[in-house]
């Protein structure tokens, strides 16, 4: 799992498949890092690389943090959807996991 400024960007959804339904969120990137998968989730620390199995983590969705709305574009003749959710990640086993922080270079 990267940072945003480790990434260099080009990112399209996991497949549901490699990921249990919680997980819907996490991006892939198309390139590898030390020949490992690199994954952006949401509000990870900037420039750090935390390598782990996907086993290992956990995704929590906050209860009733739920938002949907709705806003009509009239110049553009369209509606717009838009939904949030509050979630929380969490490292299951510490031990199967190493954070490297401080990554410079890549922007």
Known sequence: MCGRNVLDGALIQLEPK?????NGVLLIAQNLIGGLRAINAPFFPANCILITTLSN???Y?????????FKQEVREDSLNVYFSVQLDYLLENYRHAVLIEG???RA
């Open 57 to 59: 983590l956990a995704i």
């Open 103 to 105: 990554i410079e270079g």
């Open 61 to 69: 969705l906050k209860q009733n943090t739920a938002r949907l709305f």
């Open 18 to 22: 490699q990921l249990n339904a919680q």
